[in-house]
C-alpha cells in the first residue's frame, strides 16, 4: 500500500475529508470547534463556528488527539510539530502537578 505524505491542511472541509473514512462528520465537526474554542478565545462564537481555514497549529492538536489520517505518512515538518506540541503538553501537565 503506497502511503502519501500530508503536508498541509488549510481548511475544516479538507480535515473532514481526510478523517471521514475513521470519524463520523458530527464527531470531527465537534472535535474541531473546540478547538477552536481553545485557540481562539478572543474570536466570538459566530466567527469560531463559521470559520473555514484552520491553522496548522489546530491540525496537530486534532492529530495528537485523533491519530493522523488513515493512508498517510505525516511529513517531517509536519512529525516536528507533533513531537513539539505533544512535549510542551507534558511540560504544563507536569507543571500542573506540581501546585
Same mark, same amino acid.
Given at each position: 500500500? $503506497?502511503?502519501?505524505?500530508? +503536508?498541509? =491542511?488549510? $481548511? &475544516?472541509?479538507?480535515?473532514?475529508?481526510?478523517?471521514?473514512?475513521?470519524?463520523? #462528520?458530527? /464527531?470531527?465537526?465537534? %472535535?474541531?470547534? %473546540?478547538?477552536?474554542?481553545?485557540?481562539? &478565545? $478572543?474570536?466570538?462564537?459566530? #466567527?469560531?463556528?463559521? #470559520?473555514? $481555514?484552520?491553522?496548522?497549529?489546530?491540525?496537530?492538536?486534532?492529530?495528537?488527539?485523533?491519530?493522523?489520517?488513515?493512508? /498517510?505518512?505525516?511529513?517531517?515538518?509536519? &512529525? =516536528?510539530?507533533? &513531537?513539539?506540541?505533544r512535549e510542551e503538553e507534558l511540560t504544563i501537565r507536569k507543571?500542573? +502537578?506540581?501546585?
Amino acid at each position: 500500500m $503506497n502511503l502519501k505524505t500530508l +503536508n498541509y =491542511i488549510r $481548511n &475544516k472541509s479538507q480535515l473532514q475529508d481526510l478523517f471521514i473514512s475513521q470519524f463520523s #462528520a458530527d /464527531y470531527i465537526r465537534k %472535535e474541531i470547534h %473546540e478547538i477552536l474554542k481553545e485557540t481562539r &478565545k $478572543n474570536a466570538t462564537e459566530g #466567527a469560531r463556528l463559521f #470559520a473555514k $481555514n484552520i491553522s496548522t497549529r489546530e491540525l496537530i492538536i486534532f492529530m495528537d488527539r485523533n491519530g493522523k489520517p488513515d493512508g /498517510y505518512l505525516l511529513s517531517d515538518e509536519l &512529525k =516536528i510539530m507533533l &513531537k513539539d506540541h505533544r512535549e510542551e503538553e507534558l511540560t504544563i501537565r507536569k507543571l500542573q +502537578n506540581q501546585f
